[in-house]
């Protein structure tokens, strides 16, 4: 990489922690740390939420579903779209959530059973909080790893550490330096601030995809080189496939029914002024 493009990747970094630091200011109790003091407009909170759901393993995990099923589960998953609307409209589980005031699952959870199932169940969620945050950082650390182009070791001092071991620590820094100062604040600020970053980087990727790759030359002749009845192009095809068929839309589908309410506290549930 040359000096153009570290630029390019650490100024809107340290603008980002800037304004993560910087909203320290606008911290004034519990309230404002956990919700937001609960001021934010929709375009606001859309535009982070949006930015939120952006992250690395969510990246490499739709890049890794297209690989292995092609556009037929993307077909299908157009499915998951009006359900996704109906349950916005309706505010299914998040509504009765902020009907109770809340700042906080753990919170609802106190009032509605008692202090030892909060305890419970903080518990529980931590464990599995744990795990999930052992893979995503590596995943990200992997990612960063080979889109940046650097070495696997590092020699420092003589010692050879892992190039990973390091970008996990660093993205874990990272992230704790934005949520630290200003909690939910800092975070839908940032998040805001990154998804208008984001639309112009939008733009000028599809124009370079569709002026840089030829669909006829390019892309349709390999996803037709399939087996028979395993096609990447005819949605009917599926259920033949092994791992991105039809009953992981069915798990996706009843998963985001069932883990409705598993996000809330995020900026879409608690955040919001009304």
């Not at 030892?116 to 990612?143: C, L, W």
């Not at 990727?205 to 669909?215: A, K, R, Y």
């Not at 991105?244 to 798990?251: D, E, I």
Request: charged share 10%; hydrophobic share 55%.
């Amino acid at each position: 990489m040359h000096l153009i493009d570290w630029l390019i990747l650490l100024v809107p970094l340290a603008f980002i922690i800037g304004l993560a630091i910087h909203s320290r200011k606008y911290i004034r109790g519990v309230v404002d740390f956990l919700a937001a003091g609960r001021v934010a407009g929709r375009y606001v909170i859309s535009v982070g939420d949006m930015q939120s759901g952006l992250a690395v393993i969510t990246l490499v995990a739709q890049c890794e579903s297209s690989y292995q099923a092609g556009m037929a589960l993307g077909f299908w998953g157009n499915i998951t779209i009006p359900l996704g609307i109906f349950m916005a409209l309706t505010g299914y589980c998040l509504y009765r959530f902020r009907q109770t005031k809340c700042l906080s699952m753990g919170q609802l959870l106190e009032i509605r059973y008692n202090r030892p199932f909060r305890i419970i169940a903080a518990f529980i969620r931590t464990i599995a909080e744990m795990m999930t945050n052992a893979i995503g950082p590596a995943i990200a650390a992997r990612f960063f790893i080979y889109i940046l182009g650097l070495p696997l070791t590092v020699n420092l001092w003589g010692w050879h550490i892992s190039t990973q071991v390091m970008v996990i620590a660093i993205v874990l820094l990272l992230a704790m330096l934005i949520i630290w100062p200003g909690g939910r604040v800092s975070l839908l600020v940032t998040d805001a601030i990154q998804g208008l970053m984001s639309y112009p980087i939008f733009v000028i990727f599809t124009v370079m995809v569709l002026s840089e790759i030829s669909w006829a030359l390019d892309v349709a002749p390999v996803m037709l080189d399939r087996a028979p009845g395993e096609s990447f192009l005819n949605p009917n095809d599926i259920n033949s496939l092994r791992d991105f068929n039809l009953f992981s839309l069915v798990v996706t589908i009843f998963g985001s029914i069932l883990n409705r309410a598993a996000w809330i506290g995020n900026d879409t549930t608690n955040s919001g002024r009304n």
